[in-house]
């Protein structure tokens, strides 16, 4: 079986409704060799944005992530402006996958299906890892997310980001990303999930 893994991870994420605008696409598509995959996780909807809680698609593993710190607001170009997350991830390997219907008592657990699209950078020069994401969700309405990563020691993420982000939302990307639009995965669950319990499973006196 699989050891528990951590991972340190600087992140700026937005969210859009509806499918992933074209030029997003074309875009990602310039940068070089990507790769595409679907998957369904299921989402502990979280009670508040600093934390997030999964159950990976194919049930192999169980994620915890907790954010470290306050986001931090960064104009990265006239048009696109995010909030920098730092998140701190432990991955659980499960020996055998759960049942993935959500279909339990209390229905916080929120199927998100997910069509990602990244591009992998790694210069070699040290160890941390870098993507961007553009993904297509559905959860149950559609929606789509644009997402650059930089994981690993501390001491190397915030520069890899830095060099990458200046790099990515240049002059030339082709849409513009809003502040009010920038956030990470807990926040957005916590706007398009149930966040309550069903009252059937609570005692009488908190219903």
Not at 143 to 152: D, F, H, N, P, Y
């Amino acid at each position: 079986m699989e050891h528990v893994t951590e991972t340190n991870a600087l992140e700026v994420r937005w969210f859009g409704s509806g499918t992933p605008p074209s030029a997003l696409d074309e875009w990602l598509a310039r940068r070089g060799t990507t790769d595409t995959a679907t998957r369904t996780d299921l989402y502990v909807a979280p009670p508040v944005p600093s934390s997030n809680l999964k159950l990976r698609g194919g049930g192999d593993a169980i994620e915890l992530k907790r954010r470290l710190g306050p986001p931090e607001r960064r104009a990265f170009g006239p048009d696109v402006i995010g909030s920098v997350e730092q998140w701190y991830k432990w991955r659980f390997p499960l020996a055998r996958a759960p049942p993935t219907s959500t279909g339990d008592a209390t229905w916080l657990w929120t199927p998100v299906t997910k069509t990602r699209t990244l591009r992998t950078f790694d210069d070699g020069s040290g160890d941390a890892l870098a993507h961007v994401e553009v993904s297509e969700l559905t959860a149950p309405a559609t929606a789509w997310t644009c997402c650059l990563e930089v994981s690993g020691p501390p001491a190397e993420t915030a520069a890899a980001f830095d060099t990458l982000a200046d790099d990515l939302f240049g002059d030339d990307f082709p849409v513009a990303l809003a502040a009010d639009r920038s956030f990470g995965y807990a926040e957005w669950l916590r706007r398009v999930a149930e966040t309550e319990p069903m009252a059937d499973v609570l005692v009488p006196s908190q219903r």
